[in-house]
Protein backbone atom coordinates (compact mmCIF):
# COMPACT_ATOMS: atom_id res chain seq x y z
CA UNK A 1 0.00 0.00 0.00
CA UNK A 2 2.93 2.25 0.90
CA UNK A 3 4.68 1.82 -2.36
CA UNK A 4 1.45 2.59 -4.64
CA UNK A 5 0.73 5.51 -2.28
CA UNK A 6 3.81 6.93 -3.19
CA UNK A 7 4.06 6.48 -6.97
CA UNK A 8 0.18 8.10 -6.70
CA UNK A 9 0.99 10.41 -4.55
CA UNK A 10 -1.96 9.77 -2.03
CA UNK A 11 -2.29 8.32 0.93
CA UNK A 12 -2.10 4.36 1.91
CA UNK A 13 -5.31 3.64 2.46
CA UNK A 14 -6.75 4.67 -0.67
CA UNK A 15 -4.85 1.33 -1.33
CA UNK A 16 -6.73 -0.84 0.96
CA UNK A 17 -9.47 -2.66 -0.81
CA UNK A 18 -7.08 -3.56 -3.46
CA UNK A 19 -4.09 -4.51 -1.57
CA UNK A 20 -7.06 -7.15 0.20
CA UNK A 21 -8.31 -8.33 -3.07
CA UNK A 22 -4.48 -9.02 -4.77
CA UNK A 23 -3.44 -11.47 -1.03
CA UNK A 24 -6.65 -12.86 -1.38
CA UNK A 25 -6.27 -13.49 -5.18
CA UNK A 26 -2.53 -14.61 -4.47
CA UNK A 27 -3.73 -17.39 -1.60
CA UNK A 28 -5.97 -18.58 -4.28
CA UNK A 29 -3.50 -19.22 -7.14
CA UNK A 30 -0.78 -20.57 -4.79
CA UNK A 31 0.43 -23.95 -5.08
CA UNK A 32 1.83 -25.07 -1.43
CA UNK A 33 3.97 -27.99 -0.14
CA UNK A 34 0.74 -29.77 0.39
CA UNK A 35 -0.04 -30.33 -3.35
CA UNK A 36 -3.04 -27.58 -2.74
CA UNK A 37 -4.42 -26.78 -6.55
CA UNK A 38 -4.00 -22.96 -7.50
CA UNK A 39 -7.72 -22.05 -8.81
CA UNK A 40 -8.41 -21.95 -12.82
CA UNK A 41 -10.15 -19.03 -11.99
CA UNK A 42 -9.81 -16.31 -9.36
CA UNK A 43 -11.88 -13.43 -9.23
CA UNK A 44 -11.91 -10.81 -5.67
CA UNK A 45 -14.12 -8.16 -5.84
CA UNK A 46 -13.91 -6.17 -2.86
CA UNK A 47 -15.97 -3.15 -2.89
CA UNK A 48 -15.11 -1.59 -6.44
CA UNK A 49 -11.38 -3.32 -6.77
CA UNK A 50 -11.06 -6.45 -8.45
CA UNK A 51 -8.04 -8.45 -8.34
CA UNK A 52 -8.24 -11.33 -11.19
CA UNK A 53 -6.84 -14.12 -12.86
CA UNK A 54 -8.43 -16.38 -15.07
CA UNK A 55 -8.24 -18.88 -17.91
CA UNK A 56 -11.63 -18.17 -18.95
CA UNK A 57 -13.19 -14.85 -20.61
CA UNK A 58 -15.50 -12.73 -17.63
CA UNK A 59 -17.32 -10.14 -18.30
CA UNK A 60 -17.03 -6.75 -15.98
CA UNK A 61 -19.93 -4.45 -15.49
CA UNK A 62 -18.79 -0.68 -14.64
CA UNK A 63 -21.56 0.76 -12.26
CA UNK A 64 -21.22 4.59 -12.13
CA UNK A 65 -24.92 5.05 -10.29
CA UNK A 66 -27.65 7.05 -12.42
CA UNK A 67 -25.05 8.35 -15.29
CA UNK A 68 -26.83 7.06 -18.48
CA UNK A 69 -24.12 6.30 -20.70
CA UNK A 70 -22.92 3.95 -18.53
CA UNK A 71 -26.23 2.20 -17.93
CA UNK A 72 -24.90 -0.73 -20.15
CA UNK A 73 -21.47 -1.04 -20.32
CA UNK A 74 -18.54 -3.36 -18.90
CA UNK A 75 -15.11 -4.94 -19.89
CA UNK A 76 -14.23 -8.15 -21.67
CA UNK A 77 -11.21 -9.49 -19.56
CA UNK A 78 -9.39 -12.38 -21.58
CA UNK A 79 -7.11 -14.85 -20.46
CA UNK A 80 -4.26 -12.59 -22.30
CA UNK A 81 -5.12 -9.71 -20.06
CA UNK A 82 -4.75 -11.61 -16.39
CA UNK A 83 -3.25 -11.09 -14.32
CA UNK A 84 -4.82 -7.91 -13.79
CA UNK A 85 -6.10 -4.90 -11.31
CA UNK A 86 -8.64 -2.96 -11.78
CA UNK A 87 -9.50 0.07 -9.68
CA UNK A 88 -12.76 2.00 -9.87
CA UNK A 89 -13.20 5.48 -7.90
CA UNK A 90 -16.25 7.65 -8.17
CA UNK A 91 -17.62 11.21 -7.20
CA UNK A 92 -21.17 10.36 -7.20
CA UNK A 93 -21.34 6.96 -6.31
CA UNK A 94 -20.41 5.02 -3.11
CA UNK A 95 -19.16 6.28 0.48
CA UNK A 96 -15.87 7.37 0.40
CA UNK A 97 -14.84 11.02 -0.33
CA UNK A 98 -13.05 12.06 -3.71
CA UNK A 99 -11.85 15.37 -4.30
CA UNK A 100 -12.70 15.36 -8.36
CA UNK A 101 -15.98 15.13 -10.01
CA UNK A 102 -15.75 11.93 -11.83
CA UNK A 103 -18.62 9.82 -11.73
CA UNK A 104 -16.16 6.90 -12.43
CA UNK A 105 -12.79 6.79 -13.16
CA UNK A 106 -11.74 3.16 -13.91
CA UNK A 107 -8.02 1.64 -13.99
CA UNK A 108 -6.56 -0.90 -15.23
CA UNK A 109 -3.06 -1.75 -13.87
CA UNK A 110 -0.70 -5.12 -13.19
CA UNK A 111 -2.69 -5.54 -9.66
CA UNK A 112 -5.49 -4.44 -7.43
CA UNK A 113 -3.09 -2.18 -5.19
CA UNK A 114 -1.50 0.06 -7.61
CA UNK A 115 -5.50 0.01 -10.18
CA UNK A 116 -6.65 1.46 -6.16
CA UNK A 117 -4.21 3.88 -5.40
CA UNK A 118 -4.17 5.22 -9.43
CA UNK A 119 -8.23 5.27 -9.34
CA UNK A 120 -8.11 7.85 -6.64
CA UNK A 121 -5.41 10.11 -7.88
CA UNK A 122 -7.01 10.43 -11.29
CA UNK A 123 -10.59 11.02 -9.98
CA UNK A 124 -9.81 13.66 -7.83
CA UNK A 125 -8.04 15.46 -10.54
CA UNK A 126 -11.25 15.39 -12.61
CA UNK A 127 -12.90 18.32 -12.02
CA UNK A 128 -13.82 21.69 -12.86
CA UNK A 129 -16.74 23.53 -15.25
CA UNK A 130 -15.08 22.13 -18.85
CA UNK A 131 -15.91 18.52 -18.44
CA UNK A 132 -14.03 17.22 -21.48
CA UNK A 133 -10.78 19.34 -20.53
CA UNK A 134 -11.50 17.37 -16.52
CA UNK A 135 -11.33 14.41 -18.52
CA UNK A 136 -8.28 14.46 -20.88
CA UNK A 137 -6.27 16.19 -17.31
CA UNK A 138 -7.19 12.91 -15.66
CA UNK A 139 -5.87 10.94 -18.87
CA UNK A 140 -2.73 12.56 -19.42
CA UNK A 141 -1.64 11.85 -15.63
CA UNK A 142 -2.29 8.13 -16.28
CA UNK A 143 0.31 7.72 -19.04
CA UNK A 144 2.98 8.72 -16.28
CA UNK A 145 1.97 5.79 -13.93
CA UNK A 146 4.18 2.70 -14.28
CA UNK A 147 2.55 -0.69 -14.39
CA UNK A 148 -0.60 1.22 -14.90
CA UNK A 149 -1.87 -0.24 -18.10
CA UNK A 150 -4.93 1.90 -19.13
CA UNK A 151 -8.10 4.17 -18.09
CA UNK A 152 -11.45 4.61 -18.35
CA UNK A 153 -13.18 8.39 -17.28
CA UNK A 154 -16.95 9.08 -17.60
CA UNK A 155 -18.32 12.54 -15.99
CA UNK A 156 -21.71 13.11 -16.93
CA UNK A 157 -22.44 12.89 -20.49
CA UNK A 158 -18.88 12.73 -21.56
CA UNK A 159 -16.28 9.48 -21.32
CA UNK A 160 -12.95 9.16 -22.04
CA UNK A 161 -9.82 6.61 -22.36
CA UNK A 162 -6.30 5.99 -22.56
CA UNK A 163 -3.69 3.17 -23.06
CA UNK A 164 -4.51 -0.12 -23.25
CA UNK A 165 -8.01 -1.25 -21.76
CA UNK A 166 -9.88 -4.45 -22.07
CA UNK A 167 -12.37 -4.47 -25.04
CA UNK A 168 -15.78 -2.88 -24.27
CA UNK A 169 -19.30 -4.27 -24.00
CA UNK A 170 -22.45 -3.92 -23.64
CA UNK A 171 -24.16 -5.80 -20.15
CA UNK A 172 -27.37 -6.88 -21.11
CA UNK A 173 -30.31 -6.43 -19.02
CA UNK A 174 -30.74 -3.58 -16.19
CA UNK A 175 -28.00 -3.24 -13.89
CA UNK A 176 -29.74 -1.43 -10.98
CA UNK A 177 -32.27 -4.54 -11.35
CA UNK A 178 -29.25 -6.92 -11.77
CA UNK A 179 -27.42 -5.54 -8.67
CA UNK A 180 -30.68 -5.70 -6.39
CA UNK A 181 -31.47 -9.64 -7.20
CA UNK A 182 -27.89 -10.32 -6.78
CA UNK A 183 -27.16 -8.38 -3.62
CA UNK A 184 -31.04 -10.22 -2.75
CA UNK A 185 -29.45 -13.53 -3.05
CA UNK A 186 -26.25 -12.35 -0.84
CA UNK A 187 -28.35 -10.60 1.93
CA UNK A 188 -32.27 -11.65 1.93
CA UNK A 189 -34.37 -9.00 3.21
CA UNK A 190 -36.13 -5.85 2.33
CA UNK A 191 -33.26 -3.98 1.38
CA UNK A 192 -33.86 -0.75 -0.72
CA UNK A 193 -30.09 0.46 -1.37
CA UNK A 194 -30.19 1.64 -5.36
CA UNK A 195 -32.84 4.72 -4.36
Known amino acids: MADTALICDVGPMAAVAGALADLMLESMKFKDENDFIPAKIALVENGGEIALDSEKSM ?63 IANLVKGEDIEKSIKNGLDIVEDI ?20 PQLIKIEGDKNKILKEKIGNIFPGD ?5
Open 59 to 121: NIALYAGYNELNINLGFLIEKKDCPIGIGTSSATVGHAISLGQADAVTIFADNATLADSAATK
Open 146 to 165: EGVRGAFISRENKVGQVGKI
Open 191 to 195: YDILK
